[in-house]
């Protein structure tokens, strides 16, 4: 296979075992990472894999992979947009600057590399892939910022599907449910700070309820039985089947949290949520996902 698939925020947990897998089928892999220690370390992992240096909130890097794609390869066969942050905090005390940078990585990085590779797609059945979450489909408390960026990605990838399937090119959004990765030991450590920077009366009115909330998601994504490698999967065949889905949901949260937002009510499904984020057991089928 000629052209290359290039996948974003592959230095680890999601994105680095979807890159291996990838690179399994045959691909050479362009693997996006932004430290030059991770771009060592994955050069010994596969001899398909292929790091190259890419911050998606940065111009000058987008252009650059752009660059390098058209002068070493002449085309690209699939982008995997995978990189992401997660801000956890009560709306009322999000710093608008981790607002931001939620949405500079998960929307305004995803359109970036979609107009500067869009042109390297076309004419090698290109995919686009979109790594969402089953939280653009269910906006739980607490991650009011994820879940605006995670809906904006559903709502560009409809758009943008609609825009380039006369021309060749097929986009797909993989929404995963809680899987256990490295972006969860972070999202624990930035909701410590979360409260910091508010006066203490409005920390007072959420620091019990964030502090459980933190606690149960983390309990969840450690319990969880989804693997990396499902997703993986779901991406290996979005890359490759003839006739790609334009949804993959992976794992039984993310399936529960498609269903609970078409057929329940608001405030029915405010109240299933409510009883998720107690402190008793809660039963299974959970329909938020991570």
Request: hydrophobic share 45%; aromatic share 4%.
């Amino acid at each position: 296979m000629n052209e290359p698939v290039l996948i974003t925020g592959a230095s680890s947990g999601l994105g680095e075992v979807t890159a291996l897998a990838l690179a399994d089928t045959g691909h050479t892999v362009l693997a996006g990472v932004r430290s030059a220690a991770s771009a060592e370390r994955l050069t010994r992992v596969h001899p398909r894999l292929r790091p190259v240096t890419l911050d998606v909130t940065s111009h000058e890097s987008v252009r650059a992979v752009g660059e390098l794609v058209r002068a070493e390869y002449g085309g690209l066969r699939g982008l995997v947009n995978n990189a992401g942050i997660c801000v956890t905090a009560p709306l009322e005390c999000v710093p608008l600057e981790d607002l931001r940078a939620e949405l500079e990585v998960h929307v305004v990085g995803v359109i970036a590399l979609v107009q500067r590779l869009l042109p390297l797609l076309r004419g090698h059945d290109g995919r686009v892939v979109n790594i969402s979450s089953g939280i653009g489909r269910v906006a739980a408390p607490y991650l009011g910022a994820y879940a605006a960026s995670q809906f904006a990605k559903e709502g560009v990838s409809d758009a943008l599907r609609r825009e380039v399937a006369p021309l060749g090119v097929s986009v797909s959004v993989v929404e995963p449910g809680a899987v256990m990765t490295p972006i969860w030991s972070k999202v624990a450590t930035g909701a410590e700070r979360a409260l910091d920077g508010v006066p203490d009366e409005v920390a007072a009115r959420y620091r019990a309820r964030f502090a459980e909330f933190v606690a149960l998601n983390d309990k969840r994504a450690r319990e969880s039985r989804t693997r990396p490698e499902a997703v993986a999967r779901a991406v290996v065949h979005a890359m490759t089947a003839r006739r790609p889905r334009t949804r993959y949901r992976v794992g039984p949260d993310s399936w529960a949290a498609s269903l609970a937002a078409r057929l329940l009510p608001d405030r029915a499904l405010d109240a299933v949520i409510r009883r998720q984020f107690r402190t008793d057991p809660v039963p299974s089928g959970s329909v938020v996902a991570g």
